[in-house]
């Protein structure tokens, strides 16, 4: 699993526990897994489709830098489902994990359509570099 995202963890990011709120990790994780679903079908009109339980195993702090990973575990005619964990950029402890997000590929009209896509695939491999 490659990280690319990185977070500081600022004051506005913090619950009153003042510990890392859920729903800013969420709507980050959200965010960087559209991302990439749009990068991997080429096709910036995806959908989150579900997300399986979401298991948090510790958390992050005021100052910490933390680490989004995303990657496809597997691709539908419409869809593709991606893992993800986040963790401490320093420890590499590991603050949650998601085994499935699932986006769904639309067509100009609105609904599903089949992406052609059946493996992932690198900025490198399609430059041709």
Sequence with gaps: ???????????E?????GTLFGGSL?????????I???????NQRVVTKFISEIN????????DIIELGITASEFG????TLRCEVRNKITRKSILTI???????LGEDGLPAPHGKTEITYVKDRLGA
């Design 56 to 63: 948090f195993v510790s958390s992050a702090r005021q100052s």
């Design 1 to 11: 699993m490659n990280f690319h995202t990185r977070k500081w963890i600022k004051p």
């Design 99 to 105: 085994d499935k997000l699932v986006f769904v590929n």
């Design 26 to 34: 969420l709507r980050w994780i959200d965010e960087e897994a559209a």
């Design 13 to 17: 990011d913090l619950n009153p526990n």
């Design 77 to 80: 005619r419409t869809s593709i």
């Design 36 to 42: 990439y679903a749009i990068v991997q079908l080429d």
